[in-house]
């Protein structure tokens, strides 16, 4: 009786009865990577840097205990908000990245129709890779949680913020992880999966919330509570939830204005559903695709589904399909080019610009009717959007170049060629130059379209293309770099997305936290100067809006963070800034390139 | 025209190559010959600049392949053991690719394409994507793709390897033709008994060692240690099985039911000796099969104790 009851408290906390054999292999597996030690060992080095960077300010302080013990208390606020919400955006993204290649890796290597072959259900082979990869990030919460409960000790921070926020940081990521699986059952390429889910998140936290306010006060505004749909809206949004959840731990009053209370619990319940739900559909999707695949029809399948419910007869030539198109100027540009972003067609591509130009027509109707196309908020807003899809985009596309090569292991025939390094890596880079290049036009067409009705000054034209290029052939040479560099896809774009978010937000984060414990900004106020986003926000804010497009250049007004004393709100300090950032990135972007190069012919296999 | 000169490979503290010299000459079809883990992918990749040698080196057509890594590249067409496939695009296309990575000019290249795809009877197949291929067909795409660049020299892994028998007979009859346009072949495999007909020069590697190399006769030769001749007697068996053993020519015999098989030492046409010693005896021969080893058994024999 006592075997009886020790085996079956066993069965129920050993989770293999939920996930069976495909778990365990994958945690086999995972622990011989060594990415996973050297995420693992980032994470907490990162962490233990804020830490350690803000108790070493904080012991400067000398002077009368109260003052110490009340500094304490803003120090350790101010390390806990950071942590969570660096771990909150952090294990985001790891987990769309660790996910983005779940299903499509057993697909592709042809083991997805092995596996449909043992008893394994699809229940089993979804659930086993999601709880795999969760288990990994959910160890990363788990190194965060004695910092945090270290130092919570400084006082100020209530374990429910704490527990809270670990919740919401949770469902995120589940519903994130999930969102990437469900994606990764149809695409093969890593890249696509990543992007897809990056951008069906953005849709989903960020487009659908703003137009749905935008569009129910402009044009509806019969609706007596926009607080009440506001609320609605937001629910299923961790980063407004983290943000509200924040807000109540700091100033507890706030809470009672909303209708529908956006309390964490609910959030996290409808998070947990949502989740769920897409699982159950991926289920029933991966059976469909695991079956094709068995039967070898996986291609005709994806490729050809529609046009086989339009006419039965054509069976006859099954992987015929399309044009045959002649390979024209670099081959290695062409190649890049032949691959569509997004798997499908050139009409689909086109279909899918023209939807996003009307959508953005759109935006501007209810931003016209709100009279507000001619703030330089709005300005801002929009160019903003774009510099970060831009920067998303050239991240994962830059990274993905040669490791995909090596995936499909392509990359050895190709150094094979007589094709010199020179000519790949250049080739590889305007290739991926070419693929970002949509988003780019774009913002292109947004400001002269804003620049001819006088809405934005036109120098912001030259700035911008300042900004855009260091941003290209930064990311784009540090990518290769890390795409030479590394074997796997999910690595090297995990790798460039922690190098921007490092350059772009942690070291930021870091020297913020230093500047609000000893109310010295200058170091931070001359870094963040370089910062694509604020670069943005001030050229924008300096040229945009009515007031600013026909304005003199000299009489132009930028509003740099400057360090004390100085004063560069001047255009010409503006350009100076800008063309030295350029060049500092610049020249880290060819290096980096450079280094791919010298790597490209090592460790192939 | 391909020469390695104590070549040497680690991987870490695994050795996959060591000292190995080898000499292919010009118009050669050579078939390089090994169990798993021999080494013979390491050697091509090396050869063909994908990996560098720990010590040693290695020359094609005079040209030391760690210096003139492009120009040896332009000379030598290689086929990986996997293939690697461009899921995305068709087989037109694909072959249009490499033509154009070798730098082939845009006018020149349709024909090209359409001469290797008739070469290697793919015509039909040049609007269908790369994955929808058959084993075969991918495999026979993958010498298509090396003979793009009409490359000197073709270092082929195993390129029969996952195909029927017809498709064998049909790369066999392909690589023979190359050999007509006197191109220099290096191809590898685990089974002597497939290279044996269209090999010039064979090498036999072992754990990273060259145990053989010479042509097909030497090896036959030298794996010819032991002929086997089977003997069936008309009357007292036992009697023949005593004379026979008497002999110094004779390592072994046994019987094995009716008949007695003998293994002789040296292939030196002993059978005439059988013969005379038995109507000497007075027995009546019903048969007299002398037996080739098979070059498959002999392979085996050759490796045999080196890897388990
Ligand atoms: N990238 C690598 N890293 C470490 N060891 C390797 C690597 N590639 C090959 N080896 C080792 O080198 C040895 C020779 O391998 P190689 O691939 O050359 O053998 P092979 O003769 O081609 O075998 P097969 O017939 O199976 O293709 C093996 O022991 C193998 O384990
Ligand atoms: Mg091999």
Redesign the interface.
Known sequence: MNIGLSKSVRYILKPSWLTGPIFDKELRVSSRRRRNYVLRSAYLAILTVFVVLVWHTMVRFQGAAAYRISQMSVAGLAIITTIIMFQFVATQLIAVVMLSTSISDEIYNRTLGVLMTTPINSFQIVMGKLFSKLLQIILLLAISLPLLATVRVFGGVPWNYVISSVCITLTAVIFAGVLSLYFSISA?RAYVVILKTLFTLGIIYLFIPIMVVLVSQSFVPTIRQPLMLFSIVMLPNPFVVMQFNTAAMMSPGAVGIMPIPLSWPIHCVVMLGASVFLLAWSMRIVRRVALRQATGQL??AT?NRKKKKLSLKTTK??????L?????G???V??EL???IIQGSRKKNIIGLAITIIALLITYAVNMKEKLLDEDFTHIAYTLVFVIIGLITNIVLSATTITT?KE?????????????DWQILIGKAVGVFRRCLPIWLLLAGHLILFITVRYIHPIAVVHLAILVTWIVVFLSGSGLYFSARLKRTTSAVVANFALALTLWAVIPLLLGLVATITYESDILEAYILTNPVVQTVVIMDGAGGSHNATRNLSRLNYEWPSPSGSNWNSIRSTTSILFITMLIYMSMGLLFAWRAKCRF?RN?? | MIETKRLTKHYGNLTALVDLDLVIEAGDIFGFIGPNGAGKTTTMRILVTLLEPSSGQAFIDGLDITKKGKEVRRMVGYMPDFMGIYDDLKVFEYLEFFAAAFSIEHKKRKSIVEGVLELTDLQSKGSFTVDSLSRGMQQRLGLARVLIHDPKVLVLDEPASGLDPRARIEIRELLRELKRMGKTIMISSHILSELEEICDHIGIIEQGRLVFSGTMEEIRQRMGVQSKVRVQVANNQQRAIELLSALPEVQDVQSTGRYIAVTLDKDQNTDGIIARVLVNGDIDIVSLEPQQVKLDEAFLQLTKGIVH
């Open positions: 093969r291609d005709l490729k030539s099954e992987g015929q399909s399309g045959i198109r002649r390979v024209k670099s081959p290695v062409w190649k032949r691959a569509p090569e499909t292991r392509s990359w050895p025939i190709l150094l094979a060629t007589s094709m010199s012919r192939i296999f």
